[in-house]
């Protein structure tokens, strides 16, 4: 059973559209981090958001965690092929869960120019 | 942000052999430590929690005894595996926890085993 349903999982667009990928869940994540991987490298921290209604942006990205705490969406304004990779959104569940991440599934995301 | 470490980035061994992966926290201690193993176009999988001092808690049908952790310190910890076979072959990745549940990962060690 996957616990964080991540989408689209494939995308390819065209250098400056614009793009949103989706984090959703069922279950209440006491904090939500978006994380960008290239190949053959591991995951960088985008941002982490913990306060239900939550806006974080950076630069051309930006992050909302939904008002309940079950779901987290990533827009990119004026996509660039340097934004290319795998995004991957992770939950945590607090104390009780003892640190552990839940993934979505990724995002490959691929900007043509 | 964070930097973790990992070494080596990438091994070839034989089947057989049994490879270590060391993964450190540069410049905060982290008490707990997670290994992962991911393949290509894929999420990450959690295979075990390492905690500093105590034994490491494995998840769902990962072997204990093929993949031997330890953490040793607050700023490393170790994953072996054991008698590698081909199947093993993958790239492996270790983060760091802190107590804000952000993890900070390393850059992954790319395992082939022939």
């Known amino acids: 059973t996957q616990l964080l349903e991540q989408s689209p999982q494939f995308l390819s667009i065209q250098e400056g559209e614009n793009l949103t990928v989706y984090c959703n869940s069922s279950?209440?994540?006491?904090?939500l981090q978006w994380y960008r991987q290239e190949p053959g490298e591991g995951p960088v921290l985008l941002v982490t958001v913990v306060t239900g209604g939550e806006v974080k942006k950076l630069k051309r990205l930006t992050f909302q965690f939904g008002d309940a705490r079950k779901d987290s969406s990533l827009h990119i304004t004026a996509a660039q092929p340097g934004d290319t990779g795998l995004y991957l959104c992770a939950g945590a569940r607090g104390s009780s869960n003892t640190g552990k991440l839940i993934f979505g599934q990724g995002t490959t995301l691929q900007v043509k120019p | 942000g964070a930097v973790v470490s990992q070494h080596p980035s990438w091994v070839i061994c034989k089947s057989g052999t049994s490879v270590k992966i060391e993964c450190r926290s540069l410049?905060?201690?982290?008490?707990?430590m997670f290994w992962y193993r991911q393949f290509p176009k894929q999420s990450l999988m959690l295979m075990a929690t390492s905690n500093e001092g105590s034994k490491a808690t494995y998840e769902q049908g990962v072997e204990k005894d093929k993949f031997l952790i330890n953490h040793a310190s607050l700023t490393l910890s170790t994953l072996t595996v054991t008698s590698a076979h081909p199947e093993d072959s993958s790239f492996y990745i270790c983060s760091a926890g802190t107590p804000l549940e952000t993890q900070y990962f390393g850059p992954g060690t790319r395992l082939l085993v022939l």
């Open positions: 410049d905060f201690q982290a008490t707990t």
């Open positions: 279950s209440v994540f006491s904090s």
